[in-house]
């Protein structure tokens, strides 16, 4: 029999958060954020439950290549644009829209051999400084963007740095808007945070994406209570062993661990090399027989420990629920000094995948 630990993708919980997206969005368009692989997902398994959306968007164009060989006929927005001048032969052939944020890319662009003209994403840096043209030059940009032969639709877009946070959406917004307003372009700034909590960046086009797995960008869950999103991937696994312990008696390496008197310890199916995060300290939640309780001691590689005080009647072959449906991911990730995005993406390739519709 194999190893118990598996994950079960819920396809209809993402048809069912896109839909919330689609009421909170009102009339701009969507693009499915589905990079890094589908954020843990697998994106040749779950593209699907996504099919009602307006474009995909993802930054491998191995992946996008993907999606149009299984496919997918539909917009396909490349977040970082493209690398090497010699990729833009994969964006014509496959008809994929591009990020441009650099001199460089429109130079390449210019001088491409194209079959048809692409569509492109100016992306502007209004505050994040990663990637993007300088806000103060949109203009120079846009014109020259416009002026080559080899661009049809021309849209700009920029991101929020602090949209999931108290610090908020509305100083970039407000940068972006003042350099501008004056141009007649599509328009594509909210991610997931500014699409819940800031309605006037919405625009033409909206890019979810942590949103339509579940989880919070915040990563605090109260900033997604009774918005009625449901969580797409649920980890579970079961106890192979119980330890029962004495007082002073430690547990795991290290001996991170020690009972403070008598304890059973349970022995979980599931470590760092699933994906679960090594440096998750004791008391981190965990559910076992539908009860909430708490790891002990340090995570191994294939194990981790958990106490089974609030669980009498856990033993052997007791099932656990390392995070979903009824224990956030966003919960683990917080206990864990991390964030749920990074839990998802972490989901180990051993580790057995299902698929409900």
Known sequence: ????????????????????????????????????????????????????????????????????????????????????????????????????????????????????????????????????????????????????????????????????????????????????????????????????????????WVRPGIILYGASPSGDTADIAGIGLRPVMNLNSEIIAVQSLSSGHSVGYGSRYTASGAQRIGVVACGYADGYPRLAPSGTPIRVDGLLTHTVGAISMDMLTVDLTACPHAQIGSKVEIWGENLPIDNVAKAAGTVGYELMCALASRVPVTLYP
């Open 1 to 204: 029999m194999p190893r118990p630990i598996s994950a079960s993708l819920n396809l209809s919980a993402l048809q069912h958060n896109l839909n919330i997206v689609r009421g909170y969005a009102k009339t701009a368009k969507i693009w499915s954020v589905v990079k890094a692989n589908a954020y843990g997902h697998g994106l040749a398994r779950i593209w699907q439950g996504l099919a009602a959306t307006d474009g995909f968007a993802l930054l491998d164009l191995n992946e996008a290549v993907l999606l149009r060989e299984q496919g997918w006929q539909g917009p396909i927005l490349l977040l970082e644009g493209f690398f090497q001048p010699q990729d833009l032969k994969v964006l014509d052939h496959y008809r994929l829209t591009t990020a441009v944020h650099s001199d460089w890319q429109l130079e390449a662009i210019k001088t491409a051999r194209l079959s048809t003209p692409l569509n492109i994403y100016l992306k502007l840096n209004s505050g994040m400084n990663r990637l993007g043209f300088p806000i103060g030059q949109v203009d120079a940009v846009w014109q020259w963007a416009k002026s080559l032969s080899n661009v049809a639709e021309v849209t700009l877009m920029s991101h929020f740095a602090n949209a999931d946070n108290h610090i908020g959406a509305q100083t970039q917004f407000s940068v972006i808007q003042q350099a501008s307003e004056h141009l007649a372009a599509t328009r594509c700034f909210a991610n997931s945070a500014a699409i819940l909590r800031n309605p006037e960046t919405h625009y033409d």
